[in-house]
């Protein structure tokens, strides 16, 4: 060991330099202020963690050429950032989500057909016109869904851990694959359309698949675009703002590629 800080030194590289620790902080968000999380919150939070880097769930047409963001938000992630570059103006921010999201999402027919198709499995819910083992599917999604949002209404760390984590992941196993079988199972979303941004006709089942598949096209791109900044950036701490229903799913994919790319995964809470 000695005969090797030797040779480095005689090489003219510190020891230090040789072993650069990259920190990535996954925090899952309310966008929203809420009772007990607002960006004065999030920013304590990012004043204790002090990034060098902040990744926020957003596309490059949200920023300037220089990372600025173009528009004011209420969105506790851009406000807690903007708050926290005064204190750090090294700070590096930084996209990133899906790019082009909002488009795609128009031109596939995804953003017309999400809101009247789950009005119309409410509304056929609500009239107890599905079979029975649907209703039971409907009725545990349903469940869930108020679980995992109760959670926004308490503190960070009540939605930054393993057990939400889990519950966040059941329910969306529910939304696009349990709840993608009822759909396709019955002829009433089969029969109602709407066009997309191409001018093209779908139908709500259509719709509600594309939607579906765009859950795993979306966190499998934002989990590439956030590795590809950890391997540029060695060394650095890095936090990444993410709403807490993509938590588990970002995480999954990270730690997956954690002893390759040669970082380290921690909570926020692990910071005083």
């Known amino acids: 060991m000695k005969k090797i800080l030797i040779l480095l030194l005689m090489l003219g590289i510190s020891p ?3 072993a650069q620790k990259t920190d990535v902080v996954v925090i899952g968000n309310v966008h929203r202020p809420m009772p007990n999380y607002n960006a004065d919150t999030l920013f304590n939070i990012l004043v204790k963690i002090k990034p060098d880097i902040i990744l926020h769930e957003m596309d490059s047409t949200f920023f300037t050429e220089n990372f600025d963001f173009i528009s004011p938000s209420n969105e506790n992630e851009q406000n807690a950032s903007i708050k926290y570059r005064t204190v750090n103006p090294a700070v590096m921010i930084r996209p990133f989500e899906f790019e082009g999201r909002t488009q795609y999402r128009l031109d596939t027919g995804i953003k017309q057909s999400e809101n009247p198709t789950m ?3 409410d509304s056929l819910y609500a009239a107890g016109s ?17 679980q995992l949002n109760a959670f926004g209404f308490k503190y960070g760390k009540d939605f930054n851990n393993k057990t939400t984590d889990s519950i966040s992941k059941l329910r969306q196993y529910y939304q696009h694959y349990k709840i993608r079988g009822v759909i396709n199972g019955n002829k009433a979303f089969s029969g ?6 191409t001018n093209k006709t779908i139908s709500f089942a259509e719709g509600y698949n594309r939607f579906c598949d765009f859950w795993d096209m979306r ?16 060394g650095k701490k890095i936090v990444v703002l993410t709403g807490y229903f993509h938590r588990y799913y970002l995480l999954e994919l990270l730690h997956k590629a954690q002893d390759e790319s040669k970082f380290d995964i921690h909570e926020f809470y692990d910071y005083k």
């Open 119 to 121: 009005q119309l499995l």
């Open 219 to 234: 966190n499998k791109a934002m989990a590439k675009n956030i590795l590809a900044i950890v391997r540029s950036n060695p």
């Open 16 to 18: 230090t330099l040789t």
């Open 130 to 146: 599905f079979k029975k083992e649907d209703m039971a599917t409907i009725a545990e999604y349903k469940r869930l869904t108020e």
């Open 192 to 197: 109602k359309f709407v066009t997309t941004a």
